[in-house]
């Protein structure tokens, strides 16, 4: 059994990582779920959160407010709508993810106004994970 | 016959114009590279989006699909979003957009539909508003952006998403320059609304890997649609920011050379003046001299 699969985390504008990885935990629109080579072919929805990557060069950790996520048995691939390391992460970067949240609330129609306000939630459960606090 | 101060204050206008072309000439190429490179980066996860959208388009056709994917059912109502530069001094690269976007408004005009004008980058507009006031709907100012962002692709998809869902129009397309290279952008249309998907080349090996949806498959297409408009207008945005400052190098280019020629052109009369000049002055003096 391979033990590595090929990890790679891209955004729109950019990629952020691509490296063999031992087990990627990424943050499903329905709950968290760990892939690890040879998982079964699996796409889902990301919620606000952290990917967590384990590999043999060490760990990393990359916030994303959203996007998909496409898992096959030799390889995970995250499209986030926008991710960055978590180092990068700072009350500002923050700041901004929650007016991006609050603005879309407003223009929530009644379909998507559930949606809209778990998304607000999960970038504050994001926020106390990384030792940072939502403001109002 | 010009006189000599004319002339050299012609050689030094021309010659200050060669160093404004030079100088945006320059300023192009090293803006093309970034813009290249933005195209670039941004391409993988173009490309994986639209595999994985198009794989779960095909597989969940049928009558319960999204709108934004099956459209309204009508084609009637068609919106044209012309995306050009905010600067001019480009050759051709605004007017080839413009002159496709209105070739096509004319025809759904003269076809009877109904025609509504979305414009991105000022050019673009001041161009169309002359023949097409009445159907502009709506202008997007990028002249404060420095870079584009995929936050101003999203701002652009979601305004069109909103239309779309309050019923403003059936059909929307996208009208940008690809980069082909440094001297030839192609102008390119694409329906973005309702989704339009290439059918994936390597399509027959991706097929065969049956994947597990979470949530469902159909929750998954309604998250990833508005967000695939948004990652078709921002691929068109970095295709186009490539393609104006291609345009732009190289018209730049043709300036320079020609205002080259020019200097030389007027140096080589300004010398024969001031020869004609100096023959006379000499005419002048021996017929003087002669006369004593």
């Given at each position: 059994?391979?033990?590595?699969?090929?990890f790679?985390?891209?955004?729109?504008?950019?990629?952020?990582?691509?490296?063999?990885?031992?087990?990627?935990?990424?943050p499903?629109?329905?709950?968290?779920?760990?892939?690890?080579?040879?998982?079964?072919?699996?796409?889902?929805t990301?919620?606000?959160?952290?990917?967590?990557?384990?590999?043999?060069?060490?760990?990393?950790?990359?916030?994303?407010?959203?996007?998909?996520?496409?898992?096959?048995?030799?390889?995970?691939s995250?499209?986030?709508?926008?991710?960055?390391p978590?180092?990068?992460v700072?009350?500002?970067v923050?700041?901004?993810f929650?007016?991006?949240?609050?603005?879309?609330?407003e223009?929530a129609?009644?379909?998507?106004?559930?949606?809209?306000?778990?998304?607000?939630?999960?970038?504050?459960?994001?926020?106390?994970?990384?030792g940072?606090?939502?403001?109002? | 016959?010009p006189?000599?101060?004319?002339?050299?204050?012609?050689?030094?206008?021309?010659?200050?114009?060669?160093?404004?072309?030079?100088?945006?000439?320059?300023?192009?190429?090293?803006?093309?590279?970034?813009?290249?490179?933005?195209?670039?980066?941004?391409?993988?996860?173009a490309?994986r989006?639209?595999?994985?959208?198009?794989g779960?388009?095909?597989?969940?056709?049928?009558?319960?699909?999204?709108?934004?994917?099956?459209?309204?059912?009508?084609?009637?109502?068609h919106?044209?979003?012309?995306?050009?530069?905010?600067?001019?001094?480009?050759?051709g690269?605004?007017?080839?957009?413009?002159?496709?976007?209105?070739?096509?408004?004319?025809?759904?005009?003269?076809?009877?539909?109904?025609?509504?004008?979305?414009?991105?980058?000022?050019?673009?507009?001041?161009?169309?508003?002359?023949?097409?006031?009445?159907?502009?709907?709506?202008?997007?100012?990028?002249?404060?952006?420095?870079?584009?962002?995929?936050?101003n692709?999203?701002?652009?998809?979601?305004?069109?998403?909103n239309?779309?869902?309050?019923?403003?129009?059936?059909?929307?397309?996208?009208f940008?320059?690809?980069?082909?290279?440094?001297i030839?952008?192609?102008?390119?249309?694409?329906q973005?609304?309702?989704?339009?998907?290439?059918?994936?080349?390597?399509?027959?090996?991706?097929?065969?890997?049956?994947?597990?949806?979470?949530?469902?498959?159909?929750?998954?297409?309604?998250?990833?649609?508005?967000?695939?408009?948004?990652?078709?207008?921002?691929?068109?945005?970095?295709?186009?920011?490539?393609?104006?400052?291609?345009?732009?190098?190289?018209?730049?280019?043709?300036a320079?050379?020609?205002?080259?020629?020019?200097?030389?052109?007027?140096?080589i009369?300004?010398?024969?003046?001031?020869?004609a000049v100096?023959?006379?002055?000499?005419?002048?003096?021996?017929?003087?001299?002669?006369?004593?």
């Open positions: 059994m391979a033990d590595t699969m090929q790679d985390l891209v955004s729109p504008e950019r990629s952020l990582a691509s490296l063999q990885a031992t087990a990627v935990q990424l499903g629109a329905d709950g968290d779920l760990t892939a690890m080579p040879n998982h079964a072919p699996t796409i889902t990301l919620r606000p959160g952290i990917v967590r990557v384990e590999s043999p060069e060490g760990n990393a950790e990359f916030a994303v407010t959203g996007g998909f996520a496409e898992v096959t048995a030799n390889g995970t995250v499209l986030a709508e926008r991710a960055l978590v180092s990068e700072t009350q500002d923050l700041d901004g929650v007016s991006d949240a609050a603005a879309a609330s223009n129609t009644a379909e998507n106004l559930d949606e809209l306000a778990k998304r607000t939630v999960d970038i504050a459960a994001m926020a106390s994970e990384l940072l606090s939502v403001k109002g | 016959m006189n000599l101060k004319d002339l050299k204050n012609r050689i030094e206008s021309v010659k200050s114009t060669r160093k404004i072309t030079k100088a945006m000439q320059m300023v192009a190429a090293a803006k093309l590279r970034r813009a290249q490179e933005a195209a670039e980066a941004g391409r993988p996860y490309e989006f639209n595999a994985v959208l198009g779960l388009a095909a597989s969940s056709g049928g009558d319960s699909a999204p709108k934004l994917l099956s459209g309204t059912g009508s084609d009637q109502v919106m044209l979003v012309v995306m050009t530069a905010e600067r001019g001094l480009c050759g690269f605004n007017s080839s957009i413009v002159k496709m976007a209105r070739a096509k408004a004319e025809e759904l005009i003269a076809s009877g539909k109904t025609v509504k004008i979305l414009t991105v980058g000022k050019k673009g507009r001041e161009q169309l508003k002359r023949d097409f006031a009445d159907n502009m709907v709506d202008h997007v100012d990028l002249s404060e952006v420095r870079n584009v962002g995929y936050d692709a999203q701002g652009i998809a979601n305004d069109l998403i239309r779309f869902n309050n019923g403003e129009y059936d059909v929307a397309t996208i940008y320059n690809k980069f082909e290279s440094v030839s952008q192609i102008p390119t249309t694409q973005v609304i309702p989704a339009s998907f290439d059918a994936p080349a390597e399509g027959a090996e991706e097929v065969s890997t049956v994947y597990d949806y979470e949530p469902s498959e159909e929750g998954i297409l309604a998250t990833l649609l508005p967000s695939g408009v948004a990652t078709q207008i921002f691929t068109a945005l970095l295709e186009n920011g490539a393609s104006e400052q291609g345009a732009r190098m190289s018209a730049m280019d043709n320079t050379r020609n205002a080259g020629d020019m200097i030389d052109k007027l140096t009369e300004f010398n024969r003046s001031r020869q100096i023959t006379n002055e000499l005419i002048e003096i021996i017929s003087g001299a002669e006369a004593l």
